[in-house]
């Protein structure tokens, strides 16, 4: 055989190689055909659990090989990578996508059966591409580079099938409107214009004062389903037994739905609770495999619970009234402490709001935190990523610390919530500067020269909880001044003027704060 014809070989067989594995995949739905319950193997049914492990493989692959072969345009030497890469992404595309047909397999009926047969085909189309583009790869490379072309125009219609796979899987996973539930109106209008009616997101309704005028129905007058029952679903169940996604066939948006049970059979037992399939799951531990909602989902609350639980004992009647049923004082407070979905809708805002303006007030305190940090660049430190509160600790610099080094924390005394400056050289003057420091929540003042004098500033920081005066020399008298403070919760007194008899007294007056005195309080 001469060297040209022995060169080609492996080329010839790389791609009878990647067309059997291509008709292989594509072959499969067909020659399987529609899935059945329990028809799959047990080790089967195991593999498909891991298309989600696999998936990400062929498109981070895919994403590194085309910014290679794109940077390869503008580099010297060689020009492109060879035809490993291409393998790779073709075998872990097309191991995953049997994974993904196992588990469509193995789960039949959980999903919407349109987008998880159109994420199939796609699926199958994105691997089969993947095998076209490693058989390309293959001659290209045996021709030295020539028609390479080819090959990257083949990846990028590839990243295009790719990504209408994606978003169907990302649809089948966390439902149609994952990607828009959090869009703005804009947003949700140019959506709205290329989607079927029924698949249309509603516009938000930006509305201060939304459900202000709507008046309060007493309890008793509620329909329980309605008001209190479907909220519940709605918040905790919908998400995975909603139009979009039936773990289990089973639904769980609308009482029609519910009736209808799923793949485990009813989902209530009229006036049966214990029962009742929903609430056998509800309270299976956290960590069974069948437990609702799943681990990493919100659970639901044990007022919520018995809500539920009241409901089908009474019969889980859809139309019955609160004040019908026999309404206990337990019920009344688990009623009182739901959430509706407008005040779940106030609550998120507010959230955001406060994060907000917490990070706002963050980036406003920013720059003079790093002034002051060029004096004591160790020392000043925010009290955590999320926060715009500060920590300050000057146990390092002990006796170089003294009243003019903690006049220069002034900028910034506002924000900080805890300060330690046990040890150090402050004197009572000093401490004139915690009257700006009014969030401050943890002091410690240990071994300094603290007089009753001082505790004047201490006694007007009303966010206080922990103050250690370890080691000072105040007395009953200075301490009798932070009696007005409406937070603390623990004072540090050992080794001061302050004996027992007054930390009785103190105690008394104090009930909520705990008075430390003795070897066996060490300070914190």
Known sequence: MSEASSSRVRPVLLTLIGLCAIGGVVAMPFLAGEPAEGALPQWQRFIGRFHPVFLHLPIGMLALVLFLELGGLFRKGPKQPGVVPAFLMAASAMVAAICGFLLWQSNPGDYPEELVERHLWWGTGFAAMMGVAFIIKTWVDFAGGAGNWLYVVTLVASGGVMGVASHDGGSITHGKTYLIDEAPNGIRGIYNQFVPEEDRVPMID?????????????????????????????????????????????????????????????????????DSNILYRVHLPLDDEEHMPPDGKKQMEEHEIAIVTWWIEQGAKPEAKAGELE??????????????????????????????????????????????????????????????????????????????????????????????????????????????????????????????????????????????????????????????????????????????????????????????????????
Request: charge should be negative.
């Open 327 to 524: 309404l206990t004082d337990e019920i009344r407070e688990a009623a009182g402490k739901l959430v509706s979905p407008a005040e779940l809708k106030k609550q998120l805002a507010a959230a955001a709001a406060a994060a907000e303006q917490k990070e706002k007030a963050r980036q406003e305190i920013a720059a003079k935190v790093e002034d002051v940090r060029k004096q004591f660049p160790t020392a000043l430190q925010f009290e955590s990523q999320e926060s715009d509160g500060l920590v300050f600790n000057a146990v390092s610099m002990r006796a170089d610390f003294g009243d003019d080094a903690l006049s220069k924390l002034a900028p910034v005394a506002g924000a900080l919530v805890s300060m330690d400056l046990s040890s150090t050289k402050v004197t009572d003057s000093g401490l004139a500067l915690l009257r700006n420091a009014g969030r401050m929540r943890q002091l410690r003042l240990a071994e300094t020269g603290i007089t009753d004098a001082g505790l004047d500033h201490v006694a007007g920081l009303v966010e206080l909880e922990s103050l250690n005066l370890y080691g000072t020399k105040v007395t009953k008298e200075g301490v009798a001044k932070l009696k007005g403070l409406p937070k603390l919760r623990r004072l540090f007194l050992w080794q001061t003027g302050v004996d027992e008899a007054a930390a009785a007294e103190l105690r008394k007056a104090m009930p909520d704060c705990e008075i430390i005195l003795g070897v066996a309080a060490a300070a914190p």
């Open 206 to 274: 930006d509305s201060e004062d939304e459900g202000s005028d709507v008046p309060m129905v007493p309890l008793e007058e509620q329909v329980v389903y309605t008001s209190l029952v479907q909220p519940i679903f709605d918040q905790k169940c919908v998400s995975c037994h909603g139009p979009d996604k039936q773990r289990g066939k089973l639904r769980m948006d609308s009482y029609e739905e519910l009736l209808k049970g799923g793949k485990e059979g009813d989902a209530f037992e009229p006036g049966n609770a214990e």
